[in-house]
């Protein structure tokens, strides 16, 4: 079982910075995938960047690569959202997802993900 407490969303203009933080709990922390997700009202759910807890490894959508950097803070169990050089089109709901790992299913499949924080607005202006 894993809970996740999500903040650090809010608004920025253009080429402005956000640091999203989503705090973890549960016994399983160690050995989980946390991905970070956006949805725009009327439009898929789409997986922005992914960590590996027990690795450190990541993913991101080609749309962020560059400008997005997911990292973990093992002591908190925190995973961290840095977004830099933020577009009018980063703007969504961000959410915080979990699931247990390894699993064979691609890391931006949100279906594979039992364990979902509140989310958190992010609104970016031109």
């Known amino acids: 079982q894993v809970q996740l407490v999500e903040s650090g969303g809010g608004s920025v203009q253009a080429g402005g910075s956000l640091r999203l933080s989503c705090a973890a709990s549960?016994?399983?922390?160690?050995?989980?995938?946390v991905t970070w997700f956006r949805q725009v009202p009327g439009q898929e759910r789409e997986g922005v960047a992914s960590?590996?807890?027990?690795?450190?490894?990541?993913d991101y959508a080609d749309s962020v690569k560059g400008r997005f950097t997911i990292v973990q803070d093992r002591p908190t169990n925190t995973v961290l959202l840095q977004m830099n050089s933020l577009k009018p089109d980063d703007t969504a709901m961000y959410y915080c997802?979990?699931?247990?790992?390894?699993?064979?299913?691609?890391?931006?499949?949100?279906?594979?993900?039992?364990?979902w924080g509140q989310g958190t607005q992010v609104t970016v202006s031109s």
């Open positions: 997802a979990a699931r247990l790992a390894p699993q064979h299913r691609s890391w931006r499949s949100s279906e594979t993900y039992p364990y």
């Open positions: 960590i590996f807890t027990s690795t450190g490894a990541t």
């Open positions: 549960g016994n399983t922390y160690s050995r989980t995938r």
